[in-house]
């Protein structure tokens, strides 16, 4: 059961992951077709990038947050992962 909530929360940080590179890759293509995809990566990342986005200073246009947030992301599962083998690793 831990193995799969573990895999499921590592599974669910990458889908957030590919959102907001996605929506980073999507934010430079001006195509009219894609209006719906990117206001549903707008509307599913931007809950999690606004904080950081306030609190974080900008370099000249160029907006840091979705960079933060991608190494957050990858540490938050990565301690996770190692956290959870240890707990069963010492049983």
Known sequence: MQFFLVSF?????????FAIVARILLSWI?????????????????PILAPFRRSIFRIGVID???IIVLVLLDLCKSLLICTVNYLFMAL
């Open 9 to 17: 929360i590592g599974i669910l940080l990458d889908i957030v992951s």
């Open 64 to 66: 840091i947050s979705p």
């Open 30 to 46: 001006q195509s009219p077709g894609a209006g719906r995809f990117k206001m549903f990566l707008y509307d599913a990342t931007e």
